[in-house]
């Protein structure tokens, strides 16, 4: 296999080799990419048109790195090992004198992605994008990561995975901890400085008290309040000198002041570390459980691989809540006092600035601040379900208030599925419900359960319709040959006709199961060449057995509206008479 990107630095060099891809047809000429490096390092990366190394010095690309494809890192040296500590995910194969070998494979993930090596006090980064094969990165996956971030702004975030865009800090109530990761790694260095300047020079104040003591032991009488208490006494005009002498008080009040760092500004300033603290003890704990379960997720390896930056922060956090004077200073109020402090004492303002970014959102508006997004077979699957829920908007009431259930977590946030998220329509000449679930789980069949994404129920539960989120699609030339164009694979149009067959429900009775009850099965898969997929096998397929695929991306929508709106009309859900498109 060739080399697909080669990095030469005094002490080092680093190869990484892999199958060289092309985008499909259909995306070809597109999307151009950049590879950039800082540090004192040469970098070559591959051009496939011309098949030859070439010197990236901020040149445009091919794209070279994708998704679900393996490569492996070579990594030669001289003297002490270098330390290769990112893309996370990188797994060491085996190491011998001179020589490391690693691999890795993006699965799911594109975006943005970091090769750091660090040698001898020295360090070089390399940035490299990772495309997907089977959708337009430049317009249909920006499309759906917007249109699915528009509905909750978490939606298509993740917590870490191996890829990662930029975003930009916002202001929200409560971010969640794949936000939050991202933010405290862009803005601790700065946060640690200004609170380092607190410890340092902590803002006081005076506490004034007022205690009765014997006149003989007192140090500072309040005289004002001597006074008060006089006028309060009986007139001594007419008294004895030796009455007098008696109604002299036996406890005066002695005024006491002392220096306390108990304010508002320090409760804020100690609450907030202590959150930040909390949040990395979670993600150790976290880390520490996926070594655990022996078969760690996406986010299980990157946190492994960032454990030990989370260890360096929880030391500098504990460090300064361990300063003396927090130790009179409860945790608190995690809300900016609103003082003259927190304006004009320039560490305070900076801390509360700082403060601000971390415990805010992010923006995916391309600024500095890195956030993992959700792989994007996840994404295509949130896309596919709104995406269908804008459709029939359209043509049908919304019955349900709350458009889309949202399920939060202090990780991440997801679409919840089942039951909860059905979504209710009504058809106002018909009067009938229409309702779409996400990810509904048919459970109690005969033989195994079956979640297909995308069901609607039409007017009972006897009748529904299946559209089942795939991103997957083959364009091999044999599968072309046979089925007349690019489509869904195989396998998928077998579940399909296994979500036909496989999916019952009781009768009226309980005793007895309906059959036939999915109406038809279809597979949404990544594709905007609707006109040409129109002489396709499976989609001639739709008409005659009511199962097939269809393309679905946020410029190839007609195909699969013209299908529903055609099943629609066929089980009386619309005016129209029925005509199928086919």
Not at 411 to 433: A, H, M, Q, Y
Request: hydrophobic share 40%.
């Amino acid at each position: 296999m060739p080399i697909l990107l080669r990095a030469l630095a005094e002490g080092w060099s680093l190869e990484v080799v892999g199958r060289a891809k092309e985008l499909p047809p259909p995306f070809q000429g597109k999307s151009w990419t950049q590879v950039s490096v800082s540090g004192l390092a040469q970098v070559l990366a591959l051009n496939v048109e011309t098949f030859s190394l070439e010197v990236v010095n901020e040149a445009l690309f091919p794209p070279v790195f994708f998704e679900n494809s393996d490569y492996d890192f070579y990594l030669r040296f001289m003297g002490a090992p270098p330390r290769l500590t990112s893309p996370p995910g990188l797994t060491l194969k085996y190491q011998t004198e001179g020589l490391m070998h690693y691999a890795l494979n993006f699965r799911n993930d594109v975006g943005f992605s970091d090769i750091k090596i660090a040698y001898d006090s020295l360090e070089v980064c390399i940035n490299i994008e990772v495309f997907p094969l089977k959708v337009d990165y430049r317009t249909d996956y920006l499309q759906m990561r917007e249109e699915v971030s528009d509905i909750c702004r978490n939606l298509a975030l993740s917590f870490l995975t191996k890829t990662f865009f930029k975003g930009k800090p916002v202001p929200a109530n409560a971010a969640t901890l794949a936000e939050w990761v991202a933010l405290i790694r862009n803005a601790f260095q700065n946060l640690r400085t200004t609170g380092e300047a607190i410890a340092a020079k902590p803002h006081s104040r005076i506490r004034r008290a007022t205690t009765d003591r014997p006149p003989d032991r007192a140090r500072r009488v309040d005289s004002k309040q001597m006074v008060k208490n006089m006028r309060q006494s009986p007139s001594q005009k007419n008294l004895l000198f030796s009455e007098k002498l008696e109604m002299l008080p036996r406890l005066v009040p002695e005024v006491t002041t002392r220096i306390t760092f108990d304010t508002p500004e320090n409760r804020f300033f100690k609450a907030t570390l202590s959150t930040i603290r909390r949040n990395l003890l979670e993600l150790l704990h976290r880390q520490e459980a996926s070594l655990d379960d022996g078969s760690p997720t996406t986010e299980d390896l990157v946190l492994q691989n960032l454990s030990s930056e989370f260890r360096a922060m929880l030391r500098d956090i504990q460090r300064l809540l361990a300063a003396p004077f927090l130790r009179q200073v409860p945790a608190t109020s995690k809300l900016v006092p609103n003082s003259l402090v927190m304006h004009h004492n320039p560490r305070y303002a900076a801390f509360s600035k700082y403060a601000r970014i971390v415990n805010g959102g992010v923006a995916l508006v391309g600024d500095p601040v890195k956030i993992g997004v959700k792989n994007v077979a996840l994404l295509y699957e949130y896309w596919c379900f709104i995406r269908l829920v804008n459709l029939l908007a359209q043509r049908f009431n919304l019955v349900q208030q709350n458009l889309i259930r949202i399920s939060h977590s202090r990780v991440t946030v997801s679409l919840t599925k089942g039951r909860e998220s059905t979504i209710e329509f009504l058809d106002k000449s018909s009067e009938k419900i229409l309702r779409l679930t996400y990810n509904r789980r048919f459970s109690q069949l005969p033989t195994l359960q079956q979640v297909p994404d995308n069901v609607i129920r039409l007017a009972s539960d006897y009748e529904i319709l299946v559209f089942d989120a795939k991103y997957r699609l083959s364009f091999q030339e044999d599968y072309q040959h046979t089925f007349s164009g690019i489509g869904p694979t195989v396998e998928d149009i077998e579940a399909m006709h296994r979500y036909k067959d496989a999916i019952v429900a009781l009768s009226e009775g309980g005793h007895n199961f309906v059959k036939g009850i999915v109406k038809a099965a279809i597979v949404l898969f990544p594709s905007s060449d609707e006109e040409t997929y129109r002489h396709q096998r499976f989609y001639k397929s739709i008409a005659s057995v009511q199962v097939g695929g269809l393309p679905f991306l946020p410029r190839a929508t007609t195909l699969v509206e013209e299908v529903l709106l055609a099943f629609l009309r066929e089980y009386q859900f619309l005016e129209e008479p029925a005509k199928h498109p086919l």
